[in-house]
């Protein structure tokens, strides 16, 4: 049974940081492409990073970009978004995800990836 189980999440000031972790269980971690993806309130779920398999490729979101950081520990099956400078706009529910193969232009579409895990809350006051 694959798990994806996310942390790191919390309330932080505009121009701070957190660090979001994925721990990944039932699956062949270092053969998954991993993501992340967020939704705010009212609105739909967005693209935010993703990373390749072992770490070489990595896409980011115009809007986090320069800002967010994704990185892959695949001795430790986990998943790292680093965020700073952050802004009220990037308060939301942030997912990891995690699909086995996939184009280019296939990396910001989240009805590619398998598994999701459940979550976790970062919300950034003005």
């Known amino acids: 049974q694959v798990q994806l189980v996310e942390s790191g999440g919390g309330l932080v000031q505009a121009g701070g940081s957190l660090r979001l972790s994925c721990a990944a269980s039932?699956?062949?971690?270092?053969?998954?492409?991993m993501g992340w993806f967020r939704q705010a309130p009212g609105k739909e779920r967005e693209f935010v990073a993703a990373?390749?398999?072992?770490?070489?490729?990595?896409y980011y979101a115009d809007s986090v970009k320069g800002r967010f950081a994704i990185s892959r520990d695949n001795a430790k099956n986990t998943v790292y978004l680093q965020m700073n400078s952050l802004k009220p706009e990037d308060t939301a529910l942030y997912y990891c995800?995690?699909?086995?193969?996939?184009?280019?232009?296939?990396?910001?579409?989240?009805?590619?990836?398998?598994?999701w895990g459940q979550g976790t809350q970062a919300t950034v006051s003005s």
């Open positions: 039932g699956l062949t971690f270092s053969l998954y492409i």
């Open positions: 990373i390749s398999w072992r770490g070489g490729n990595t």
């Open positions: 995800a995690a699909k086995r193969s996939g184009n280019r232009n296939e990396i910001e579409r989240a009805e590619t990836y398998a598994y």
